[in-house]
């Protein structure tokens, strides 16, 4: 199996650090967020897109420190800062995987031979044993309040898009898919 790995540059790491510091807004569309701290500090989230190998195109979470002009987004939403206001803000960084696997039985649709391969992302360590190429790749981000308030974003299905969740209990419910948390439920 060829493996590859397009994770988080040094560069995104330390601008995302910045949202540690409290948050004054939030502007967000469906390819953007801009999230500006009470320091001045303006960082930019975006989905960022490679083709490792001719047949796998991969994204991964972009943050880049930008100057207020660059972040001002086009018909974007203003969200509630809520608790992350307050700073001393966690952020933590999450892997996913994305790999290709033989569609063994899938008919060409043009009529062509050749084997058909199907991609696949998930978490890190999901993919399947038939899995042919698989790449690493920074797929969402969790930034929790000390309250317990907090903000996941993360890939979207459709191509470079974001989604941004707020809802304590799906993010609750991701952390422990990821196994960042143990799980209270006893089912």
């Not at 500090?41 to 083709?51: D, G, K, P, Y």
Request: net charge negative.
């Amino acid at each position: 199996m060829r493996e590859y790995s397009y994770q988080a540059t040094e560069a995104s790491i330390e601008a995302l650090r910045r949202l540690q510091a409290p948050w004054v807004s939030i502007a967000a569309t469906e390819h953007e967020i801009a999230v500006t701290t009470a320091e001045g500090a303006v960082v930019l989230i975006s989905a960022e897109r490679a083709e490792v190998e001719d047949t796998l195109d991969v994204m991964r979470l972009r943050a880049d420190l930008v100057t207020p002009d660059d972040a001002a987004l086009a018909d974007a939403a203003e969200l509630p800062v809520e608790d992350l206001g307050k700073g001393r803000n966690d952020v933590v960084l999450f892997t996913g995987e994305t790999w290709m696997e033989d569609g063994a039985g899938l008919v060409p649709a043009n009529g062509s031979t050749a084997p058909q391969m199907m991609q696949f992302s998930g978490k890190a360590g999901q993919r399947s044993p038939a899995a042919t190429m698989v790449c690493t790749t920074t797929d969402s981000l969790v930034v929790a309040a000390s309250t317990g308030e907090g903000m996941l974003i993360r890939l979207g299905v459709r191509p470079l898009s974001l989604v941004i969740v707020r809802s304590r209990i799906d993010i609750a419910r991701f952390l422990v898919q990821r196994g960042y948390a143990a799980s209270d439920d006893p089912r």
